[in-house]
């Protein structure tokens, strides 16, 4: 069972670290994706991190800030978020696919319950 966890309040340029937890083995076998859902907004990609880790890919509005990452025994895939802005204010999600970097949520199969991330000015 996936399930992504970590959320709360935080200031304007501040982090957060945001973990995804799942069965073991599972990220071994899946590429794992991080989206973000803004209220009244469509849930939208934010980056992913390929089976073996070596991999990562973000989307622009993140790049820099954001850093996906997975512990040694890869049971843990982790988002740090940094320099936050009120427009991260959002539910983050964690999900799986098959193929690196896979950008659409189209392409996620598995998805866990969402962690909200609120970002006070």
């Known amino acids: 069972q996936l399930q992504a966890s970590g959320g709360g309040l935080v200031q304007v340029g501040g982090s957060l670290r945001l973990s995804c937890t799942a069965s073991?083995?599972?990220?071994?076998?899946?590429?794992v994706g991080w989206f973000q859902q803004a209220p009244g907004k469509e849930r939208e990609f934010v980056g992913s991190?390929?089976?073996?880790?070596?991999?990562?890919f973000y989307a622009d509005s993140v790049q820099g800030r954001f850093t996906i990452s997975k512990d040694n025994a890869k049971t843990t895939v982790y988002l740090q978020m940094s320099n936050l802005r009120p427009e991260d204010t959002a539910v983050y999600y964690c999900?799986?696919?098959?193929?690196?970097?896979?950008?659409?949520?189209?392409?996620?199969?598995?998805w866990g319950q969402g962690t909200l991330v609120t970002v006070s000015s």
């Open positions: 999900a799986l696919a098959r193929k690196f970097p896979s950008a659409t949520r189209d392409e996620y199969a598995y």
């Open positions: 991190i390929s089976r073996s880790g070596g991999r990562t």
């Open positions: 073991e083995g599972t990220f071994t076998m899946y590429v």
